[in-house]
């Protein structure tokens, strides 16, 4: 088993159940829950969008070639809710993913050890990958924690509802028998 083509096929698969669990998330708020906020230190949906957005456009332009923090990012802009559509939000939530995923799909196995720069701090690619790993699945996190607060008993669960683990361990015992 090649293991750096396997580490980088397990990465892409992540970052896309990542992609898949935020816009299931999203598709559940109207467009006055995207961008609800619970006080001024808080972020509302549409913000965290805009962000994760922001960072990966940044982050993934040029990924082996130039610093992840490109010079035309305003990251204090991707905080401010200037009232984009849920449409315009998940416009530039495509993009910021499209850029991300024709990064890794780039990317060979000696690419792994190179180095790359975010904000002139030198990461080995592996380290880069890892960073944004974490980072984008604690804000996608967030989503997921403002969509719960604000649908309540409406909220569709997009992992195992409280109450249900046994019933699912079954299923999942059943579909998949131990050998």
């Known amino acids: 088993m090649n293991i750096g083509k396997e580490y980088l096929k397990v990465v892409r698969e992540?970052?896309?159940?990542?992609?898949?669990l935020g816009e299931k998330a999203v598709?559940?708020?109207?467009?006055?829950?995207?961008?609800?906020?619970?006080?001024?230190?808080?972020?509302?949906?549409a913000v965290i969008i805009k962000h994760v957005s922001g960072n990966m456009k940044s982050r993934w332009s040029d990924f082996l070639v130039s610093d992840g923090e490109k010079p035309d990012r305003n990251r204090e802009q991707e905080f401010?809710?200037?009232?984009?559509?849920?449409?315009e939000l998940m416009d530039a939530w495509e993009k910021g993913w499209e850029i991300l995923f024709h990064a890794l799909d780039g990317l060979e196995e000696q690419d792994l050890l190179k180095t790359v720069l975010i904000r002139g701090e030198r990461h080995?690619?592996?380290?880069?990958?890892?960073?944004?790993i974490v980072h984008y699945s604690a804000h996608i996190g967030q989503i997921l924690y403002i969509g719960k607060q604000l649908k309540g008993d409406n909220w569709e669960s997009l992992s195992i509802?409280?109450?249900?683990?046994?019933?699912?361990?079954?299923?999942?015992?059943?579909?998949?028998?131990?050998?």
């Open 14 to 20: 992540k970052f896309q159940e990542m992609k898949n």
């Open 27 to 45: 598709r559940q708020l109207s467009e006055e829950q995207i961008h609800w906020v619970f006080n001024e230190q808080s972020n509302s949906v």
């Open 80 to 87: 401010e809710d200037k009232g984009s559509t849920q449409q």
């Open 124 to 132: 080995t690619v592996l380290e880069a990958i890892e960073r944004q």
């Open 161 to 179: 509802p409280k109450g249900k683990s046994e019933e699912f361990l079954q299923q999942m015992l059943k579909k998949n028998p131990s050998q």
